[in-house]
């Protein structure tokens, strides 16, 4: 039988968290395309960059399985951003709450989905864990998002974290059934 | 189909005057390719996609929808509109994308942006409240139990 795929796509700014929120969940180790960045600013906040794209699968059943795609950063990748949205049942948007300058630019990707394939989505609120993070109720805020839509506290390094913001995701994704 | 593309790339070379030529698909695949000795068709394919993408980065505005909040008649008395402000306004539906106000006012793309942002920040106007959301795969209630109960577990 041929395997079919749900699929949930993990967006958001530049070094947001979307790689570690995958493999933090993921059964088999993600699927990396990784290579070293070579941009100048990019190099003072990691080392690696993902190139195409990253991927998580969680089989649900013998037929099923879910697919967490994460969203490729570079411009040259922008042609992936249709093939993941086409088809999704979710998206997750990650910001670093510590770094108020990218929120402008996770405001224009819900932008980029919203009027193209709105489907249900929850914003994660990443890094708490450190120094200087912002608040999920300023980040709603920050990025003008609506009471409806989830504003979550997130530590992407913890399973936990990541499984609640799946759910509420998933709870969200049952209101549209 | 390879060799027809080597004529029109040929063609291109002897019209042009270009050193050499590749076609590349989307995704910065070569497909085929003329080219001098010691020039490596993927670095050359690769590069391209890079060039052709970086004019245009999709995340653009043009498909928001923006409607005119609750008390907008309010916060219109207060400010003073300029002619083609209120064009903008008049616009704003809850239906016109940005690129539709765009084409309507017959104003250019930034200051239609600049004043709709203008607007959005006043509180005259505020994005469109979805109403339907759509899910791409057709999710039954069990098989979504099924995710939830899989996660929970995880
Ligand atoms: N302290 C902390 N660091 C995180 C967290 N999530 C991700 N990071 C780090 O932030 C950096 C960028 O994360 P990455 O997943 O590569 O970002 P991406 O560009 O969105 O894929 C990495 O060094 C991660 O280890 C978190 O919740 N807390
Ligand atoms: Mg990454």
């Known amino acids: ?177 | 189909m390879a060799v027809k593309y080597y004529d029109i790339l040929e063609e291109f070379i002897r019209d042009s005057g270009a050193e050499g030529a590749v076609l590349v698909s989307v995704d910065g695949l070569a497909i085929a390719s003329v080219l001098p000795a010691g020039a490596d068709e993927d670095r050359v394919a690769a590069m391209g996609a890079a060039i052709l993408s970086l004019g245009e980065r999709k995340i653009s505005d043009y498909g928001l929808i923006f409607e005119k909040s609750e008390n907008w008649e309010n916060i219109a008395k207060k400010v003073y509109l300029l002619d083609y402000e209120k064009k903008v306004l008049h616009l704003v539906d809850g239906k016109n994308r940005v690129s539709d106000i765009i084409y309507h006012s017959k104003l250019s793309d930034l200051i239609v942006k600049r004043t709709l942002y203008g607007f959005l920040a006043c509180g005259i106007i505020q994005r469109e409240k979805k109403k339907e959301r759509k899910l791409g795969f057709d999710l039954t209630r069990n098989l979504l139990n099924k995710i939830i109960s899989k996660i929970k577990g995880l």
């Open chain 1, 1 to 177: 039988m041929a395997e079919k795929k749900i699929k949930i796509v993990v967006s958001g700014p530049y070094a947001a968290g979307k790689t570690q929120f995958i493999n933090t969940i993921s059964e088999i180790e993600t699927v990396k395309t990784e290579a070293k960045t070579t941009k100048e600013g990019e190099k003072e906040k990691k080392d690696h960059t993902t190139v195409a794209m990253d991927f998580g699968r969680i089989k649900i059943d013998d037929e099923h399985t879910l697919y967490l795609f994460g969203t490729p950063g570079q411009a040259r990748f922008d042609f992936m951003w249709d093939i993941l949205g086409k088809g999704m049942v979710g998206l997750v948007v990650l910001v670093d709450s510590t770094d108020p300058a990218t929120f402008h630019e996770a405001r224009r990707i819900i932008n980029y989905f919203e009027s193209r394939y709105p489907a249900p989505f929850v914003v994660g609120c990443n890094k708490q864990d450190l120094k200087g993070a912002w608040s999920p109720e300023d980040i709603r805020t920050a990025l003008d998002l609506g009471e409806e839509i989830k504003v979550l506290p997130l530590v992407a390094t913890d399973k936990e974290n990541v499984k609640r913001v799946l759910l509420e995701l998933l709870d969200e994704i049952g209101k549209y059934i």
